[in-house]
């Protein structure tokens, strides 16, 4: 049986995601923000910010060869999966679009990072990390190129390949691990105004997500796609991440870490870029939470599991 005080911990580690996410939905319910505007805000100026304090920041070695590819797998396994259920939904490309971005890509930054701190330690939290790093350069890569593909603009191919390129996330995360590996120092004061844009950015996707789950059409959401986003989210994304871990020569914390990274619910940038290339936002966004709801009684069993 597990524990109550995991559920105690696990809830008081998500609390502030969920003060966010009510903060964006009453300010949403009582003012009326333009939720488009403080998003591409937020992609556009904020995010790649984020993501080149975390490539330079965070030492990147040789050992982590075998997390970059189980986590590039992991994701084609997930995409697979999602393709192989839209044949039998009869998606449509944006439904499909969504679909992938709330159930490929992981909360392994603000949820999954803390998580792994508590049940594991300082040592775990280093790979936790290292595995948010790379999500999150897959999400900002792989994640736009679908977003873009099932946008609103009804982008094709070489147009998705095109957006994603000319994204300043990707040419932030390239800075910094070029800046890394020539062992360039940025003055202190420098990375201190980078701070500033950069701690900015998550709680305004939170903020985002919460304004948009106020302006949910009940409508318009599938809850067929919900369900089948939230099952390959939730409970495929661990189960073949545990496959994965064991053929890899790895020492077991990081394959515990891994498995647990792969537990966590819909990362909420997902909403963001929904919301930017107009990828159903209703549909993201309720999975996003949904999953996040769900989580509060999956990862405690997640821990048991993996005897933690």
């Given at each position: 049986?597990?524990?109550?005080?995991?559920?105690?911990?696990?809830?008081?580690?998500?609390?502030?995601?969920?003060?966010?996410?009510?903060?964006?939905?009453?300010?949403?319910?009582?003012?009326?923000?333009?939720?488009?505007?403080?998003?591409?805000?937020?992609?556009?100026?904020?995010?790649?910010?984020?993501?080149?304090?975390?490539?330079?920041?965070?030492?990147?070695?040789?050992?982590?060869?075998?997390?970059?590819?189980?986590?590039?797998?992991?994701?084609?396994?997930?995409?697979?999966?999602?393709?192989?259920?839209?044949?039998?939904?009869?998606?449509?490309?944006?439904?499909?679009?969504?679909?992938?971005?709330?159930?490929?890509?992981?909360?392994?930054?603000?949820?999954?990072?803390?998580?792994?701190?508590?049940?594991?330690?300082?040592?775990?939290?280093?790979?936790?990390?290292?595995?948010?790093?790379?999500?999150?350069?897959?999400?900002?890569?792989?994640?736009?190129?679908f977003a873009s593909l099932g946008g609103e603009e009804k982008a094709t191919w070489q147009q998705a390949v095109h957006k994603v390129l000319r994204m300043p996330l990707v040419y932030a995360s390239l800075l910094g691990v070029l800046l890394q590996v020539l062992n360039v120092t940025v003055p202190q004061s420098v990375m201190e105004g980078v701070g500033l844009a950069a701690d900015a950015s998550i709680p305004t996707v939170m903020l985002v997500l919460g304004m948009q789950l106020a302006v949910i059409s009940r409508k318009k959401v599938a809850y067929r796609f919900v369900t089948t986003?939230?099952?390959?989210?939730?409970?495929?994304?661990?189960?073949?991440?545990?496959?994965?871990?064991?053929?890899?020569?790895?020492?077991?914390?990081?394959?515990?870490?891994?498995?647990?990274?792969?537990?966590?619910?819909?990362?909420?940038?997902?909403?963001?870029?929904?919301?930017?290339?107009?990828?159903?936002?209703?549909?993201?966004?309720?999975?996003?939470?949904?999953?996040?709801?769900?989580?509060?009684?999956?990862?405690?069993?997640?821990?048991?599991?993996?005897?933690?």
């Amino acid at each position: 049986m597990v524990k109550g005080w995991v559920w105690m911990d696990l809830l008081l580690i998500i609390l502030p995601v969920f003060i966010i996410f009510f903060i964006g939905f009453i300010g949403q319910r009582l003012i009326g923000f333009d939720i488009k505007s403080i998003s591409s805000a937020a992609l556009y100026l904020m995010s790649p910010f984020l993501a080149f304090r975390t490539f330079y920041t965070h030492e990147l070695s040789i050992d982590y060869v075998y997390i970059l590819g189980a986590c590039l797998f992991l994701t084609f396994c997930l995409l697979g999966v999602v393709w192989l259920s839209s044949l039998f939904m009869q998606t449509t490309r944006p439904q499909l679009a969504a679909l992938i971005l709330g159930s490929v890509f992981p909360n392994s930054g603000n949820y999954g990072a803390p998580v792994v701190l508590f049940a594991l330690g300082a040592v775990g939290f280093d790979y936790a990390v290292v595995i948010m790093v790379f999500h999150g350069l897959i999400m900002n890569t792989i994640g736009i190129f679908f977003a873009s593909l099932g946008g609103e603009e009804k982008a094709t191919w070489q147009q998705a390949v095109h957006k994603v390129l000319r994204m300043p996330l990707v040419y932030a995360s390239l800075l910094g691990v070029l800046l890394q590996v020539l062992n360039v120092t940025v003055p202190q004061s420098v990375m201190e105004g980078v701070g500033l844009a950069a701690d900015a950015s998550i709680p305004t996707v939170m903020l985002v997500l919460g304004m948009q789950l106020a302006v949910i059409s009940r409508k318009k959401v599938a809850y067929r796609f919900v369900t089948t986003a939230t099952v390959v989210r939730m409970f495929v994304s661990p189960l073949l991440a545990a496959a994965i871990m064991f053929f890899l020569p790895v020492n077991d914390l990081l394959k515990t870490v891994f498995i647990i990274q792969a537990a966590m619910p819909t990362a909420a940038n997902t909403t963001m870029l929904s919301l930017q290339f107009g990828t159903e936002p209703d549909l993201v966004s309720f999975t996003t939470f949904i999953t996040t709801i769900l989580s509060i009684l999956t990862i405690p069993f997640v821990l048991f599991f993996l005897g933690i």
